[in-house]
């Protein structure tokens, strides 16, 4: 059983970055594809972004493509979501999914709120 948790979020001016981590434990985190994911409210859960357990292999939504960044150090068994030029259709609580063919753990979600 994998258990992820998130961490980084917070409240920040549009334009602003951050850069949200996610840590794993319980499992080997390099059989893994890792995503970020996020739910505004009133909204369906959106993906966002994933990447392969190597890190040879990323992937982005159009709607964050250019301005977030994944990435994952399995020393660490983290992964990561840098984004950058924030806007305040990016507020949201944020999650990150581990799985191989489809996500089957997930963190607990932390929130992001960007200000205009």
């Known amino acids: 059983q994998v258990q992820l948790v998130e961490s980084g979020g917070g409240l920040v001016q549009t334009g602003a970055s951050l850069r949200l981590s996610c840590a794993a434990s319980?499992?080997?985190?390099?059989?893994?594809?890792m995503g970020w994911f996020r739910q505004a409210p009133g909204k369906e859960r959106e993906f966002l972004a994933r990447?392969?357990?190597?890190?040879?292999?990323?992937y982005y939504a159009d709607s964050v493509k250019g301005r977030f960044t994944i990435s994952r150090d399995n020393a660490k068994n983290t992964v990561y979501l840098q984004m950058n030029s924030m806007k305040p259709e990016d507020t949201a609580i944020y999650y990150c999914a581990a799985g191989r063919t489809t996500y089957d753990y997930w963190g607990q979600g932390t929130q992001v709120t960007v200000s205009s």
């Open positions: 990447i392969h357990w190597s890190g040879s292999s990323t």
């Open positions: 319980g499992g080997t985190f390099t059989y893994y594809t």
